[in-house]
């Protein structure tokens, strides 16, 4: 079974708004219910648990209420200190429900274009690895620098990528991985969801990425998403 792990626990306002981004109205709905839409509507998600602030749970549940397949919605998750933290605890809320073939499909709430054609490209390139992850390609000349700011590498941009949300892992080895993680004191220190899955030494592959699958992060990403949605 996939299960889907959907990360809404973010309180960041540096977009000049005074609520989390993931819960800021467009087109007269908030950014996060055009992911859960998604998810929910895909026939091969199972079930869906949702990281969220507790003072934010009422509005999702109102959402739920009028959305298809809503019963697939199993429960929320609370945030954590970190993403990483927070993506920890949803996998212990979901662990007791899940068996050992199920994989888990993580995404962000500030991603809200996902499409669900993407999810099914990640299904079938799952099956001969423990891990997906879509990845887009660098268009700019990647350097390495040192701590001073001077140039000390170039690198080859043909394999340097840019990972994206959503990533399906095999649950149960991304759990350890995770807890591998936890007690080699690093976790608070993971930037990206497949940072422990590929420190562990977890098989992951890549799919093409899809540029319309932006992360809302910045107030031009917001206007960007903004005029997609009202044109």
Same mark, same amino acid.
């Given at each position: 079974m996939l299960r889907a792990l959907l990360l809404?626990?973010? =309180?960041?306002t540096r977009l000049g708004e005074d609520i989390p981004k993931q819960y800021i109205k467009v087109? *007269?709905?908030?950014i996060i219910e055009y992911s859960m839409e998604t998810l929910l509507s895909c026939n091969e998600i199972?079930?869906? /648990?949702?990281?969220a602030d507790p003072e934010w749970r009422d509005e999702i549940l109102k959402v739920l209420e009028g959305m298809k397949c809503s019963e697939k919605f199993q429960g929320f998750a609370d945030p954590g &200190?970190?993403?990483q933290l927070s993506i920890y605890n949803g996998l212990l809320i979901m662990k007791d429900n899940v068996f050992g073939s199920d994989a888990v499909l993580i995404h962000d709430a500030a991603r809200p274009r996902l499409k669900a054609n993407m999810i099914k490209e990640m299904i079938k390139a799952f099956t001969d690895s423990e891990g997906v992850m879509p990845v887009i390609p660098m268009k !700019? /000349?990647?350097?390495?620098? $040192? $701590?001073?700011? =001077?140039? =000390?590498?170039?690198l080859e941009r043909k394999n340097v990528v840019a990972g994206q949300a959503p990533e399906?892992?095999?649950f149960s080895e991304y759990l350890k991985a995770n807890e591998k993680m936890i007690k080699a004191g690093r976790m608070e220190s993971i930037n990206g969801s497949t940072e422990p899955a590929f420190l562990s030494g977890m !098989?992951?592959?890549?799919?093409? *990425? $899809? &540029?319309d699958n932006f992360k809302i992060t910045t107030k031009e990403d917001l206007e960007r998403f903004r005029g997609l949605m009202e044109n």
């Open positions: 809404s626990g973010g =309180k960041g087109n *007269g709905r908030m199972d079930s869906l /648990t949702i990281v &200190e970190t993403r !700019d /000349t990647v350097y390495v620098v $040192d $701590d001073s700011g =001077k140039l =000390k590498s170039l399906l892992f095999l !098989d992951i592959t890549t799919i093409p *990425g $899809d &540029e």
